[in-house]
């Protein structure tokens, strides 16, 4: 095998899709390896089919659980598949448990280790995530920087520059290859009632804010005052997690704030597009509006997405009523900034910095 894929999650398998469909197209042989920390249809099957990815060779079906047993499980199960199928390369994406597990394993291995989504930083040690992603970084061999930012944080911890390839973000070539089917085939507008109504796009799933009821009803109460002051309705895709934190703390959404089920990826790219604002403490979805030309608030305290801050794309509220609905006054109708996760080539280029043969074809740098 040439590359085997250890992923996880539903942000995983999005960005991971296009290095898969590179592959394909450079007739590479290649392993997935799902740990099934993500098992739900909404957050997992119904992206493989949408993304056109073939089934997982392995399945570790680990599910939920504490992080530690989570990661140990995981662990064992990708050292097996990394066993028996014999890659070069050891490709993982992003911050997840599933990232973590994959990049201890392979790096105990004789294997390569590839990280893509590299050299991203909250500061926030609080933040698994931040764990997660600092420690995958200095575990792989090869790291695919989506900016010159994350590249510089990557120099700044000691890691060789010749190792690190900046290649852009593979969400631009995801939304490269499927907005225009997305605008063709979703039906999203009409399904929630929204064709030619204004509205916002919320989702709100970080462990630090929606276990935390303080913060979990502030940034509820802060979708409600920017709702009421633009006079439309925020419609928030439920991630289980928060909807399980929800019926657990008892709160009803205000009545501004619709719940939804988790979207489809073509629908969730259709409804980024057409929303008048996206409210969000996800990382693709800060990236995404960016890209979209969309504006964004970013309900959290730090991110390491800078680059759509820089830009002028996004904006930090933390969880804090007032502040969520001042700067979602400041993000309204904003726009015209140019897209810093690069042209929607990262995924060949991630490729031909691989040691790999055959080349995958050329593509300008
Ligand atoms: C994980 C990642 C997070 C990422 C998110 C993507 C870690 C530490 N966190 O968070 O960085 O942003 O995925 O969505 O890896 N659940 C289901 N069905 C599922 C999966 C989870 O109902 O298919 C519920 C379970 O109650 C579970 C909870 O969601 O306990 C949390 O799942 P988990 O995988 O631990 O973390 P996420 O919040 O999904
Ligand atoms: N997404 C989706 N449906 C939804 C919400 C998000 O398809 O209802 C997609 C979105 O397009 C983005 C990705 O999920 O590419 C982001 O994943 P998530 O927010 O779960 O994780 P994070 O990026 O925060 O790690």
């Known amino acids: 095998t040439d590359v085997a894929f250890v992923l996880g999650t539903r942000p995983e398998i999005i960005k991971l899709a296009p290095v898969v469909q590179a592959c394909e197209r450079a007739d590479l042989e290649y392993a997935i390896v799902h740990t099934g920390q993500h098992y739900s249809d909404s957050l997992d099957s119904v992206f493989f089919d949408q993304l056109d990815l073939p089934d997982p060779d392995y399945d570790l079906a680990v599910g939920s659980g504490s992080h530690g047993k989570q990661t140990a499980e995981m662990l064992v199960g990708v050292e097996r598949a990394v066993t028996e199928t014999e890659p070069a390369v050891v490709l993982v994406q992003g911050d997840t448990n599933s990232v973590l597990a994959g990049a201890l394993a392979a ?191 970013t309900m959290r305290d730090n991110t390491e997405r800078p680059e759509t801050v820089d830009v002028g794309a996004n904006r930090l509220s933390s969880c804090d009523p007032a502040r969520i609905e001042r700067s979602v006054a400041a993000m309204i109708g904003a726009g015209g900034w140019e897209n810093p996760f690069g042209d929607g080539d990262a995924a060949d280029r991630i490729l031909r910095a691989l040691p790999l043969d055959p080349e995958p074809e050329e593509v300008p740098q």
């Open 107 to 297: 790096s105990k291995m004789d294997t390569e280790l590839g990280h893509v989504e590299a050299g991203l930083r909250s500061f926030d040690r609080g933040m698994p995530e931040e764990t997660n992603r600092v420690l995958a970084d200095h575990a792989a061999d090869y790291h695919f920087a989506p900016t010159d930012r994350s590249k510089g944080y990557l120099l700044r911890e000691g890691i060789s520059k010749f190792r690190i390839t900046v290649t852009g973000n593979t969400v631009v070539d995801a939304i490269e290859r499927n907005l225009d089917i997305a605008r063709e085939k979703s039906t999203v507008l009409a399904d929630l009632g929204l064709d030619g109504s204004r509205f916002f796009l919320m989702t709100a799933h970080r462990a630090e804010n929606v276990d935390d009821e303080e913060r979990f009803e502030g940034l509820l109460a802060g979708a409600q005052r920017a709702g009421d002051a633009h006079d439309v309705d925020v419609i928030y895709p439920m991630h289980p997690r928060s909807r399980n934190r929800l019926e657990e703390f008892g709160i009803d959404l205000p009545p501004r704030v619709r719940g939804v089920e988790p979207l489809e990826y073509l629908d969730f790219l259709q409804a980024t597009a057409s929303a008048d604002l996206v409210l969000t403490d996800s990382g693709g979805v800060q990236e995404e509006a960016c890209i979209l030309g969309v504006p964004c608030v």
